[in-house]
Nanobody
Framework: QVQLVESGGGLVQAGGSLRLSCAAS????????MGWHRQVPGNQRELVAT???????NYADSVKGRFTISRDNAKNTVYLQMNSLKPEDTAVYYC????????????WGQGTQVTVSS
């Protein structure tokens, strides 16, 4: 089993920045893709960004140029640096871990709220 614990959400004004962290523990040797997803009530959860163990990244078009995903393999932690935040970025952000090089895996964190005020 893999446990994921997110931190770093909060309230910020439009144009501001936040950094989310996700610490992984447990049976992590098989994890090779980690990512961030977000969900607004009433909507489906959507992919924000992913990063492989080799640091290859992928972003949703809506966040390209504003968000940066990174990981520290030694600390088993993945980060999401969010700059130039917009009100439409408001959502609950979830960390995800996957095996077998899949984009989305079975392991999810509890979620952290990000609210961007206009």
């Amino acid at each position: 089993q893999v446990q994921l614990v997110e931190s770093g959400g909060g309230l910020v004004q439009a144009g501001g920045s936040l950094r989310l962290s996700c610490a992984a523990s447990g049976t992590i040797f098989s994890i090779n893709v980690m990512g961030w997803h977000r969900q607004v009530p009433g909507n489906q959860r959507e992919l924000v960004a992913t990063i492989t163990s080799g640091h290859t990244t992928n972003y949703a078009d809506s966040v390209k140029g504003r968000f940066t995903i990174s990981r520290d393999n030694a600390k088993n932690t993945v980060y999401l640096q969010m700059n130039s935040l917009k009100p439409e970025d408001t959502a609950v952000y979830y960390c995800n871990a996957a095996t077998n090089w899949r984009t989305v895996g079975p392991y999810w964190g509890q979620g952290t709220q990000v609210t961007v005020s206009s």
